[in-house]
């Protein structure tokens, strides 16, 4: 069974910064594309940035120069570093890799549970 586990979230103040990890655990050949999502109350979820295997990266318009995704695939994590935080960031973030090999002819879609993200004005 496969596992994305996100942590790093929590309470921060306009401007702050934090920053999200999510580690992927369990049987699997490989992951592709990781990405973070994130879902604010009473919205659809929304694509915030995503990474390939190969470091290329693709952002939302609203985090572009604000928010920067990386991984280390050694470790199968993918990190969201979150600055100049606004209000209208406050969501549950989620971590995503929709393509984890657990075997060479098959393939799944994992999500993490979320990790909650609060900014105070």
């Known amino acids: 069974q496969v596992q994305l586990v996100e942590s790093g979230g929590g309470l921060v103040q306009a401007g702050g910064s934090l920053r999200l990890s999510c580690a992927a655990s369990?049987?699997?050949?490989?992951?592709?594309?990781m990405g973070w999502y994130r879902q604010a109350p009473g919205k659809q979820r929304e694509l915030v940035a995503s990474?390939?295997?190969?470091?290329?990266?693709n952002y939302a318009d609203f985090v572009k120069g604000r928010f920067t995704i990386s991984r280390d695939n050694a470790k199968n994590t993918v990190y969201l570093q979150m600055n100049s935080l606004t209000p209208e960031d406050t969501a549950v973030y989620y971590c995503?890799?929709?393509?984890?090999?657990?075997?060479?002819?098959?393939?799944?879609?994992?999500w993490g549970r979320g990790t909650q993200v609060t900014v105070s004005s």
């Open positions: 369990g049987v699997f050949l490989r992951i592709n594309d």
């Open positions: 995503n890799a929709p393509r984890v090999w657990i075997r060479t002819w098959a393939s799944d879609d994992y």
């Open positions: 990474i390939t295997t190969g470091g290329n990266t």
